[in-house]
Structures are given as C-alpha cells and as structure tokens.
C-alpha cells in the first residue's frame, strides 16, 4: 500500500499566511517583477507543498502543479502548432482552463516537466516524487482542432510529442509517471484508442506507468481495463459510487489508484472511515497493487482543508496498517 | 391580467456588469475591516445608477441592476441564507480565488436577499428590471456540503428558499424573473433532481419566467430542460452556437417558449462590429420565429472592462435596430406583447 495524491495542491494559503504566489503573479502581469522573480516565488511555493505534503505523511508526492494554469494550456503552450483560447469549464467543475486551439502540426520542442520533476525530487529528498502529465486522449478532447479536424490524428499527434517527453522523464530516471485521462470516461466508444496510445507510450518507460481518471463513472469500460498496458489505473470512488463495483473483478494485472477521499467537498473524513474503506479494497485487491489517494486533485479546497484531509488518509492507512502487523 | 408590449427583438442582459475600480478597492476595504458597510453599500447604489443610466443611453429594452453587491453568484446567496458559512480561498482558474459556500446546517431564508435592490434599481428606471436570482441547483452544485446526507435534500430546500425570494420580487414590481441554473448541464445524470428543484422555484409565480444556462453540453437533456415551466430560455449561441443550432434543428424548440439568443462573446476583449452580430441575429432567425427572439450577449459581462462592455452591448443594440428596419419592411409587427396573469 502507498500513500499518495492525484495531482494538483491548493497553491495559496488563507490568512494568516501570505497569498505570495497570487501577489508574484499578478506584480508579474504588471511588470513590476522580473521573470526570474516570479519563477523564485514558484520554487518556493512548490518547496512548501511538497514539504506539506511530505509533513502530512504523503508517501508517493507531485511537485503540487504550482506552475500550472491549468491541466491543458502548461503543456499546449510549450509544444508547437499551439495555441491557446478562450475559458473553458472543466467537466463538471466550477473551475475553468483555457482552451488549446491546434493550428499547426503539433511537435514537441522544449522540455514540458522535467526540470520541475528534478527540482521537486531534489526538494523532496528521499520521498519520491510522480511525474504527471495530462495524458495526449484528454488533451485532444479538450483542444480546439482547427488543423486535423480528426479526433484520433489530434490524440496521436499529442501522444507523440509526449513521448519526447517521456524519453526525457526516462533518462532521469523518473520512477513513477501518470498521465491524467478523465475524458476517456466520457466517450467509452474511445477504449480502443486510449489502449493504442498507451501501447506506444509503454515502450519508452520503464517505471511505474498510471493512468488516472476521474469525476465520472469507469463502469463502461470496465472490461477493457485489463487491456491498457500499464501498471496503475486510479480512479474517482467518489464522484460516482457505483465505481465500488468494480473492486470486485478489478484486473489483476493492474494495480489501483483507490480514490476515496473527496477532493471537492470539504466535509472531513475519519480516519475510521477511511480505514474500512481500505479494508474493503484489501479483500479483492492484493496490498502491493493498492495506491491509496484522494478522488482527484486537491485544488478544488481550500489549502488549509487539503492538508487535514491528507492527514486523515495517512492515519486512515495507518489504522489498517497496525491491524495487519 | 397584464400586457407588456417590447419592440421585436427586445434587447437585454443576462446579468452582471463590470464592477467600476471606486467598487472593486470598496469591496477590497470592506473585507480588510477599514470601512463599514454603510460605506460600501452606497458606493453599491452609485454602481447600480450607473449601470442603470448607461443601459438607458444605449437604448437596451429589459434591465439588469448589474449585480454590484454580488461577488459571486453562489455566494451571495450563500451569503444571506441560514445554514450555510463561507469557506477559503479556492482557485477559480488562473490567478482567479474566490470563497465557495459550505452548507453546515438547515438552509433557511430570515429575510428577502435581493428585493431592496432590484426596488432600487426598478425607481430609477420607467424600463423593466429584471429580478436576477441563482437556481437552487447551481448553487448546491457550486457549494461544498458538509450538513446533508444526499445532494436532492440540499437542492430540494434550496428551492423552497428561492421559491420564497422569488414570490417577494414579484410582491415588489418585477415583472421579469431569471433563475439561472448554469450548473444543470454538467451533470446530466442529476436531471430529474433539478427539474423537481425548478417546479418547486417556479411554484406560484406569474412574472415573465426567464432560465438563462450556459457552458454545458445540453444533448442527453435537452427533452428535458425545454420542458421547465419557464417563458424563456438566455442560452450562449456566441461560444456555442456549433452544438446548439444543430441540437435545435434535430430535437426542436417549442414554440410557444421564447428564447435569448446570446450575441457577443463575453470572454473576449475584441468588440464584435455591428455587422458581424447582425450575422449572429440572422442566423438565430433562420431557427427561431423572430417574435419568439430577444438579444443579449451570451453571459454575464463582468470579466469585462467597463470600456468594453459599453461598446460592445452599443454595437449589439446598433445591429438589433437595423435588423428591426429589415423585419418590419419583411411584414413583421414592430412590436410583440407579452400577456402576464398578474
């Protein structure tokens, strides 16, 4: 069993603490700090995430996505054949991102993550830190395609310019690597596509390879699981209760990215609560193939509830864990 | 029984207006404890005239008081209800932050939210005001949960609440009543709890009834959604115009209902000129009856600058007018009458 989060941390605190970040951005917009200043207050933020994260008792941590606008435009802007459009809502959220419009034939050409991945696992010391990348069927759902104006050329045309990153991710030796596919759940027809992508993906990591989804319901594709050729498949069991089905015949090639802490309300969990959820996982789900996490992202709370609920989910894990030894 | 007679294709807003910068550094004050809310709320009343004088310059037909008390449209009722608090900051997008309603008890209403301000705002003006309300299901939606076991509970009592706020515009003048309930789309799974919500809200009332949805996907419901008790439907034909028309030329739009036609783009900065939403208008006029047809932009307005929102609803009334010319030399009347049982 590991301990860890989906992907984004809330990246400003509430009073008393400074909303430093917010302050940095928009001196920035207005020319009165440098680049280099800005890119200091990242540094610093993603340090204090990954230390609150670390403090809370996270085992597996993201860098917290503090330099990402959101999951879509932080790596459309940096790849060619790109632009990037007006506000959208993201899925169900009221949470917005810009849009990607493709313009252009779509081509990696400048590292994307991996420079925050070395800086947050030299940060993080000797807890690992996941690389996380919105996976290339998501970004194509959520583009605007003005180029290929075909769904599967867009989604493979993101897929290989991930790639390049991919190798980059493997040359550092990056342990773990996720790739986000919520919008896989929304077009279940889209199976075969998604399993396609991962395939050529697979042959240029040798890590710990995950898909997450979340949000929605993943009984549609339930029985194709077993297909895609990775390691990890997390998924939302909040969102949708009836993804509970699915522990039950839950691939046993495959280990589960187990989403049960709420990342959108703030209601707390007990740790209680949480512990007989893991108990209930651990009757079908072997627990070295159990990643334990919330339900998506944790920046739809404020910073202050994200961090109460990680410390649950830690003494959650912990009440099993002292029962098992 | 009450007539209201409006030019053919009657022009208004959807809701919120840009906050002018004496508000915003208002706003800013109160919250940091430096100036009481008597200071703030007549700064509120300032905006609000002005809001008011500028839609009359530019000749709009229905009003919006501009929601100059509002931050957020969740919120503000959150604000004013029982049983709920107010949470932290959580990110919008971008370098955006605002505060979500928890609901942590019962919700209850101690007394009417909006009406002094819509009675405001309807004394300065012969035009009519809209009553501007937030649907219960958006605001469930749009609100962290901590008190009920289930979310129709949560919408259910909303709705009751609304209901209530609702009855109380229409005791104070409005003749006009928009529920917004942008959130419904988003879970088409969730349905039939906000279409129990909606005939709940809309319970007794006799105003012009307006819903005004925007951002969703309306194909797995749409059956159902023309189907709430209201005489409107404000939807986005500007950013959504490629799944909307093409939904209503497969499944229909009834027609006895009316409908906003969302004509300016409300994200972008550029000002669309007159001739590119007269476009927008004659293409809604290929699907709908222009006596069924009013224009607005396609949301609220304020993410906009002050500057722009002026010019562009100048540019949107400047484009209705010609289109006017053109439909009564097609024949049509000038005017349309609305019959209310008032």
């Not at chain 1, 790739?179 to 399993?195: A, G, K, R, T, V």
């Not at chain 2, 349905?191 to 007794?204: C, D, M, N, P, Q």
Request: proline fraction near 6%; charged fraction near 30%.
């Amino acid at each position: 069993m590991i301990i860890t989060v989906v992907d984004h941390y809330p990246k400003i605190p509430n009073p008393p603490r400074e909303p430093k970040l917010r302050k940095a951005i928009h001196a920035y917009d207005q020319g009165k700090i440098t680049k280099e200043e800005l890119e200091k207050i990242f540094d610093e933020v993603t340090q204090e995430v990954i230390e609150e994260q670390i403090s809370a008792g996270v085992e597996l941590i993201t860098d917290g996505q503090i330099r990402w606008e959101d999951g879509q435009s932080y790596i459309a802007r940096k790849l060619e054949g790109t632009q990037i459009g007006g506000l959208i809502r993201y899925f169900d959220n009221n949470t917005y991102y810009r849009q990607p419009v493709i313009v252009g034939e779509i081509k990696w050409k400048e590292p994307i993550i991996v420079e925050d991945w070395k800086k947050a696992q030299k940060w993080a010391g000797s807890i690992p830190v996941k690389a996380v990348l919105t996976g290339p069927y998501t970004l194509g759902r959520l583009s605007r395609d003005e180029y290929y104006k075909n769904l599967e050329k867009l989604v493979k045309a993101y897929t290989n310019a991930l790639i390049e990153e991919t190798k980059l991710l493997e040359e550092n030796k990056v342990k773990y690597l996720q790739f986000n596919e919520p919008s896989i759940q929304y077009y279940p027809e889209d199976i075969d596509l998604l399993i396609e992508v991962y395939k050529e993906i697979r042959k240029y990591f040798s890590g710990n390879l995950a898909i997450y989804t979340y949000f929605h319901t993943v009984i549609p594709i339930k029985n194709r699981l077993k297909d895609l050729p990775v390691d990890t498949f997390g998924i939302d069991f909040v969102s949708r209760k009836e993804n509970f089905e699915i522990i039950q015949e839950f691939p046993k090639n495959l280990a589960l990215g187990y989403g049960i802490v709420d990342a959108r309300n703030t209601k707390l969990e007990t740790p209680e609560q949480i512990a007989s959820l893991i108990k209930k996982a651990l009757e079908c789900i072997p627990e070295d193939k159990l990643f334990v996490n919330p339900s998506c992202g944790l920046e739809y709370l404020p910073r202050e509830r994200a961090y109460d609920k990680l410390v649950n989910l830690v003494k959650g894990v912990n009440l099993v864990r002292g029962e098992r030894k | 029984m009450k007539e209201i007679k409006l030019p053919i294709l009657p022009t208004t807003s959807v809701g919120s207006f840009p906050k002018p910068d004496y508000l915003v550094k208002a706003r800013n004050q109160y919250a940091r404890g430096l100036i009481p809310y008597s200071t703030l709320h007549e700064l509120e009343l300032k905006a609000t005239e002005e809001v008011i004088r500028l839609q009359e310059e530019i000749g709009i037909d229905i009003l919006v008081h501009g929601e100059m008390e509002r931050g957020d449209m969740a919120t503000y009722f959150a604000e004013n209800l029982e049983g709920f608090t107010i949470s932290g900051l959580v990110r919008s997008y971008g370098n955006r932050y605002y505060k979500k309603p928890i609901v942590i008890g019962k919700i209850r209403r101690t007394k009417p939210i909006t009406v002094d301000m819509f009675k405001y705002a309807q004394s300065l003006t012969k035009k009519p005001v809209k009553g501007m309300l937030t649907g219960p299901y958006t605001i469930a939606d749009w609100s962290f949960n901590e008190y009920y076991d289930n979310k129709r509970d949560l919408v259910l009592d909303l709705a009751e609440v609304i209901n209530q706020e609702a009855l109380d515009l229409e005791k104070a003048g409005a003749l006009f009543v928009q529920i917004d309930e942008p959130a419904v789309p988003t879970h088409p799974e969730e349905i039939e709890i906000a279409k129990e919500a909606f005939k709940i809200t809309t319970r007794g009332l006799r105003s012009f009834l307006i819903t005004h949805i925007c951002y969703g996907d309306f194909r797995p419901i749409w059956k159902e959604v023309v189907n709430f008790p209201v005489h409107q439907f404000d939807l986005e034909f500007t950013n959504n115009a490629d799944k909307l028309y093409p939904l209503i030329e497969n499944e229909g739009f009834p027609r006895e209902k009316y409908i906003a036609v969302g004509v300016i783009d409300v994200h972008s900065h550029r000002i669309e000129s007159v001739d590119e939403i007269k476009a927008r208008i004659k293409e809604a006029l290929k699907h709908f009856n222009p006596e069924q047809v009013f224009i607005d932009p396609d949301c609220g307005l304020k993410t906009r600058t002050w500057e722009e929102a002026k010019a562009k609803l100048e540019n949107m009334v400047k484009a209705v007018m010609e289109v006017r010319e053109e439909l009564v030399k097609q024949g049509y009347p000038s005017e349309i009458t609305i019959k209310l049982d008032l």
